[in-house]
């Protein structure tokens, strides 16, 4: 008698294309367009050797994948991570297509990423992989082709060794010219005031703007977050400063709980010289991580990785809302429980575009050899925010749907109107 075999979870690139087409189909997306915007443009495998501190030579493996580039140069970021491949490169890029679109930027989407642990290797181990995979990715990176930016296992620092390997290959006359190759840099080679922040930022303001589309606000709502890397920790700091408590956090290592609340600036302290772990907090309890979706709560902040929220966990979810920090962390079969349930999505495209916002005012900043404060930029990404959230809940409204729906509507529509106004060559 043959096994029962259990329906094998969905990838995130299956997860991406069934709400493109889904949406597509719904909206009337011209036949030949949808064909062009169901595929990548480019996706570029590069296979490199790096030299160890043990002398060693390993061989690694990188991506760089390029969807589509209609309204601008591909513009996305980079992530360190062992199970990153060409497909999760692909669906991340589409995301990018749709989040770019949707902010109203002049940038198109990318994703990529090299297959490591960053935890496996030292600072020149890292530096030396990282200027060595920027070498390798060539003229298919640019400040005018494609623009990387930080992403999971990446930061400022990372930015900083592309940009620098990048110039070294330009002739010196040229090397000021391409300073906007990345953006996430740090303030001092570069980088914009306030991108360290603009994801968490975002993700808080979008949270703030759809309580109060409810006449609601932020004070005493309970929250809990998956992943405490930039983007959770961001957000936790703001939603606590407004009001709101932090009950609950999980990351690769543990899931703490702490009814009374969770002090996210001392937390992420106390993760900097445990390699980004929350392991240990005093003060918090510890308990299984199969417990987390279900704690009672009234915000759930997936900040992590894609395909966490899924059909064998949706329905434990208590929460009211659940804003995407991620990229993709529900899938097809945990948002259909999810809305079921009348559970709110704030979608991915639009609840952490604060991040690829900021990256746009970077690109700027460099390109015009401007300066701008902290506080400039803030009310740059507050107002960019605030104005692609409205469209979204007028969007929700005209045509009767969910968020998602609503906000994939209108980033498709934008490319649509590219396509038919250009025409397609020859």
Not at 13 to 38: C, P
Not at 199 to 222: C, M, P, R, Y
Not at 265 to 281: D, M, N, Q, W, Y
Request: proline share 4%; hydrophobic share 40%; net charge neutral.
């Amino acid at each position: 008698m043959s096994k029962i075999q259990e329906k094998k979870p969905a990838t995130m690139y299956e997860n991406v294309m069934q709400q493109y087409n889904q949406v597509a189909d719904s909206m009337g997306l011209n036949k030949n367009i949808k064909k062009i915007l169901g595929i990548t443009n480019n996706e570029i495998i590069v296979n490199f050797p790096v030299r160890m501190d043990n002398d060693e030579v390993k061989i690694f493996t990188g991506y760089r994948v390029q969807h589509n580039n209609a309204l601008g140069p591909y513009k996305g970021g980079l992530r360190y991570h062992p199970t990153i491949d060409v497909d999760d490169a692909r669906a991340l890029a589409m995301w990018m297509t749709w989040k770019t679109s949707l902010a109203g930027l002049p940038f198109g989407g990318a994703k990529g990423g090299i297959k490591l642990d960053p935890r496996d290797y030292s600072i020149r181990e890292l530096e030396r992989i990282t200027r060595r995979f920027t070498y390798a990715l060539g003229d298919n990176i640019g400040p005018d082709q494609d623009i990387p930016a930080p992403d999971v296992n990446t930061n400022a620092q990372t930015m900083a060794w592309i940009l620098d390997t990048y110039m070294s290959t330009k002739a010196p006359s040229a090397r000021s010219q391409n300073s906007h190759i990345v953006t996430g840099k740090p303030v001092g080679s570069g980088g914009l005031e306030g991108r360290d922040r603009a994801t968490g930022f975002g993700v808080f303001l979008t949270i703030k703007l759809f309580l109060a589309s409810q006449g609601k606000d932020l004070k005493n709502k309970t929250f809990i977050v998956q992943g405490f890397g930039n983007v959770g920790q961001w957000a936790s700091k703001f939603m606590v400063e407004e009001g709101a408590k932090l009950i609950a956090v999980q990351d690769a290592h543990a899931t703490l709980y702490h009814k009374e609340g969770i002090d996210p600036v001392a937390l992420a302290e106390h993760t900097k010289p445990r390699k980004g772990s929350i392991e240990g907090f005093e003060g918090t309890e510890e308990i299984k991580p199969e417990e987390f979706f279900g704690l009672a709560c009234d915000i759930l902040i997936p900040a992590a990785l894609g395909n966490q929220i899924n059909g064998s966990n949706a329905a434990n979810i208590k929460a009211k809302i659940v804003a995407e920090g991620a990229n993709g962390p529900v899938t097809g079969e945990g948002e259909k429980i999810l809305l079921e349930r009348e559970i709110a999505i704030i979608p991915d495209i639009l609840c952490n575009s604060g991040g690829v916002i900021g990256s746009y005012f970077e690109w700027l900043q460099n390109r015009h050899g401007e300066i701008w404060q902290l506080d400039e930029v803030m009310q740059k990404i507050e107002k960019k925010l605030t104005e692609n959230f409205k469209k979204v809940e007028e969007a929700v409204k005209e045509n009767k749907v969910d968020w998602r729906t609503a906000a994939y509507i209108i980033a498709i529509s934008r490319i649509e109107l590219a396509y038919t106004q250009r025409g397609i060559f020859p």
